[in-house]
């Protein structure tokens, strides 16, 4: 649940900056309007530690053989389930390296096979082949859905900010393409009332068709990911429109949307796996009847709806809500009375099909939903209930922050069994997004992010979910699925005992030449790199460093240039020698960026 975190910055002013080994530029930048100041780009040369280490593995000679590579790849490198096959594949690439940049290998023939100092070092650079993390999908994907963290979607149908842009089915594909598993819609009825509209309600933004966004979910659903795809629902529906939309959605999308049987539901004593249910579509919301038994009114922002309940959404964001909040609430409720006794919110099982339930919702609409948002009554403890059918919980980040102190233990016990998503708080109308960690370190499967965002969280929301393949599912860690018999029993803000330290040398950067212009960093001089790494994760790991820099000609006033960034989970990184590519602030991979880095555990 640890990563790392590193932001490569550029100053202005400056000829060169060194970190273990020279970083220079090579492009031309005007001085003035008739003059041309030119900087030489000096070739980049292996570090040192590098060339200590091959001489070791080489036996301390020049060259390696296949078997002596195989044995540095192994044993330096940490490559698992590596064979001698393999180094011979990796020989024939690196040859083809050195024809590219014609070189030529002078002496014995016979070395023609080996490998040389310079050979590991461009082979090294190539993030493709070198790459720091792994980039297959390799956690046990048998578990039920909520033992993991889940690459989760908030409003993805807006195109920026919450209250005025438009609502698309484009950040929907975006969001599909780069690996997001969740989607949230938010359904309304149109102004004629007879039809339905994907919106956020209450503001300026501009509706999108739901069927266009159901379609883009079949289509590019599972391009970067066969594990499934879960549609969030915000239901401000009628009972015709509900009805309406699970014909729409079972029409698109066919056999690949998964809900099981009534009588399966009933029995259900954990969600399926991810693995079970590739390539499949399936829905999140609150079963409908609940919307009848009890609603809710909170701070005078809650409207009627057109079928004459409240408009409080399924997730309980459209108007705000918070269940922890201390503020003023109306409730108006429409009880049932049963075998003597009111029903209300959270009170029958949401497998229950009764007459009244038949009168009042479309069975269908109910049927699709696999897994169902409810809220239970009474206290936070009573709230988190492990025992029972199985749920989802929706929360504001503010909601979890003040659960967390007093209730951590509650929480982390009941997203072992159950889903809790959490939200950004409803202040953030610029689609920014709050720290992605406190969620996860509780447990939270479903940490929702403005995808259409910027900044440094989500950095690292997309940085976690390079994990595991880049699939959107993020195996737990152990810790956080163990029982827990006392509520202090663990506390994931307390000081452990330190098991591991890792250490990262970073050795250079290059590429920025070939990926930007020559004046892109400064008109007059190249710019100063130097990188921030930090530890994100459990606040007892968190540490910031930066590397020793030495600066020349630098513009004191100047704004140091955002040049790159990239974020990694510990718990994926290679060991050894690794070429780790950087990504702009929108999150996208540079083409030619890289740096060269060192990592080691002890």
């Known amino acids: 649940m640890h990563y790392i975190s590193a932001s490569f910055r550029g100053t202005h002013g400056g000829e ?17 309007l008739f003059f041309i100041k030119k900087y030489k780009l000096t070739e980049l040369v292996p570090p040192e530690d590098l ?99 889940i690459y989760t979607g908030h409003n993805s149908y807006l195109t920026g900010n919450q209250l005025s842009s438009d609502c698309s089915e484009e950040p929907i594909i975006k969001a599909l393409q780069r690996g997001v598993r969740v989607i949230e819609l938010d359904l309304w009825p149109t102004t004629n009332k007879d039809d339905i509209k994907v919106d956020h309600g209450w503001t300026l933004t501009n509706p999108v068709s739901p069927i266009k966004c159901l379609e883009s979910i079949k289509k590019y659903g599972f391009v970067a990911s066969q594990y499934p795809v ?15 939309f699970a014909e729409m959605a079972t029409q698109i999308f066919g056999e690949i949307l998964y809900y099981p049987q009534p009588e399966e539901c009933l029995s259900l004593t954990e969600f399926p796996s991810p693995e079970s249910l590739k390539n499949r579509v399936i829905i999140s919301t609150k079963p409908p009847k609940e919307r009848f038994e009890s609603n809710r009114i909170k701070d005078n922002r809650n ?10 959404s399924s997730e309980d964001e459209s108007s705000g809500k918070e269940s922890l909040d201390s503020t003023i609430e109306v409730e108006i409720k429409s009880t049932v009375k049963n075998n003597g006794r009111d029903r ?38 009573d709230k988190l209930k492990t025992d029972g059918e199985l749920r989802r919980l929706s929360w504001s980040e503010t909601t979890l922050e003040k659960a967390s102190e007093s209730h951590g233990t509650d929480i982390i016990r009941f997203t072992q069994k159950n889903i809790l998503r959490v939200y950004p708080r409803a202040t953030r109308v610029k689609s920014t997004n709050f720290k992605p960690h406190l969620g996860w370190m509780y447990g939270a499967q ?29 195996k737990k860690p152990e810790i956080l699925m163990q029982k827990l018999q006392c509520d202090n029993e663990f506390d994931p803000k307390m000081i452990m005992p330190v098991k591991k330290t890792l250490k990262l040398k970073i050795y250079m950067g290059h590429g920025w030449s070939l990926d930007f212009s020559p004046t892109h960093f400064d008109m007059f001089s190249p710019p100063d790199f130097y990188t921030k ?20 000609d630098k513009d004191q006033g100047g704004k140091d240039d955002f040049a790159g960034q990239t974020c990694l989970p510990v718990s994926e990184l ?18 030619s960026v890289k740096l060269l880095m060192r990592f080691q555990f002890e």
């Open 446 to 474: 479903m940490v929702a992010f403005n995808m259409q965002g910027l900044g440094k969280s989500l950095w690292l929301m997309q940085g976690m979910f390079r994990a595991n393949g880049g699939c959107g599912y993020v």
């Open 533 to 552: 790494v930090s530890i994100v994760g459990m606040p007892a790991d968190v540490a910031k460093k930066k590397t020793k820099i030495q600066v020349k």
């Open 16 to 32: 060169e900056r060194d970190m273990g080994n020279k970083m220079v530029t090579y492009n031309k930048y005007k001085s003035f």
């Open 344 to 381: 209300d919110e959270g009170d029958t099982s949401s497998c229950e099909c009764d007459r009244r339930l038949s009168q009042e919702c479309s069975p269908d609409y109910r049927t699709i939903i696999t897994i169902h948002n409810k809220k239970l009554k009474g206290s936070l403890k």
């Open 574 to 591: 290679k060991l050894g020698f690794r070429s780790v590519p950087l990504y702009n602030e929108k999150g996208e991979q540079f083409k």
């Open 51 to 149: 060339k200590e280490v091959f001489s070791k593995f080489a036996g301390g000679g020049s060259h390696m053989s296949v078997e002596q590579l195989y044995q540095f790849l192994v044993e330096h490198q940490g490559e698992e389930n590596f064979t001698l096959s393999d180094s011979e594949k990796i020989v024939d690439k690196v040859l083809q390296l050195r024809r590219t940049h014609q070189e030529t290998v002078h002496g014995d023939q016979n070395r023609e096979t080996e490998i040389t100092l310079d050979d590991i070092f461009r082979f090294f650079l190539l993030d493709e082949f070198n790459s720091p993390s792994k980039t297959e999908v390799h956690h046990d994907m048998n578990a039920p859905l909520s033992h993991y963290f």
């Open 303 to 312: 409207y009627p709806a057109l079928d004459g309940s409240s408009t409080e």
């Open 230 to 244: 879960i549609i969030t629902i915000e239901d401000h529906l009628t009972e015709e429109l509900r009805a309406k």
